[in-house]
C-alpha cells in the first residue's frame, strides 16, 4: 500500500492507494496554517491513522502548496507557517521513515502522466489553469526538474504586446511581484476580470460561462478574448517543450469549450505543419494529487532501498 498526502491551504488530506494505484480510502482534516509544530502534528496524525487502519506502515508522499528552494526550505507558500521551514526533513524526521516530496503541481503531473490521460505518451506537459496557472513536464514518466525549479511557470510570461493592443488590456500587478505577467489574464480570475475590463459586471467564471453558453454578447465575447490569450500561452508552451499531450487541470480544466476551441486557435500562432499535441482533460479529476503525491513516496522509497 501507499499513502499519499495533499496539503492545501485550508484542508490537508492523506489518500491510501494499493499497488494498483486504487485508493481504498481517505482522510481529511483543517490545515494549521499559522503554528509550525500543530502543522508538522496534523501530517503526523494522519500517517498515524493510516497506519493503525492498514496495520502496517507505507510509504509516505507529500504534495505542498509552495516551492522548494535550492536548500531544500519551502518558499512562496499559502501556508505561512511553513515558509522557510524544511518540512521535508522536518517530518521525514518525526515519521522516520522515507517521505517523498513535490509540489502540487508535481503530484499532479505524475498522476496524470504516469497513470492518468497522459498514460502512453512519451512527453506529457500537465498544465494547471486555476487559482493560479502552472505547468510540469514529466518524459517517460519521470518529472523534468531543473536548477531552480521554475520551468513551466508559464504564468510569470509576459503577456505579449500583440494581444495587449488587440484588446486595450492594461498591465495588471501579479502576485509574484512583476507587472504583466500572463497570470492575472488567463488564471480563473482573469477571466473574471477580463468581463469587468470588457464593461460587465462583477460575476464568477461558472456564471460567465452560462452566459456564453446562451449566448450573452458580452460574455461570448470576454471567453472569445480569454481563448485567444490561453492560445497564445499554450503555443508558447508547445515552442518550448513540443510535448504529445497537454492535460489540463484546475478549475477552468471543467469548460468543455476549451478542448473544442484551444486546437485551432493555437495553431493561429504556430507555424505551419506544426503537430499540434492533443489537448485533453484529466483522468483523477479528485483524486490526481493524491495518487501523485502516493507515486512519488513509493518512488522516493524504492530509490533508497536501492541505495541501501
Ligand atoms: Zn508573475
Redesign the pocket.
Known sequence: MQYGIDIGGTKMELGIFDNNQNLLSSQRIRTPTDDYSKFLQAVIFLVEQADQNTLGESTVGIGLPCVIDSNNFAVSSNIQCINGKNVHADIRDKLKRCVGFGNDSETFAVAESVYGAGKDHSKVLSVIIGTGVNSTLCVQGKLFTSRNKIAGEW??VLLSALHQQRYGLPLLE?????LG?V?PYVSGKGLEWLYTHMGGDNISAQTLVTKMRHGDHLAVKTFNCYLDLLAHSLAQLVIYYDPDVIVVGGGISNISEIYMYLPDLMSDYLFKGVLLPKIVGTKFSNHSALLGAAIIGAEASELVTQLD
Open positions: 504564468g510569470h501579479c502576485g509574484c511581484g512583476s505577467c497570470e
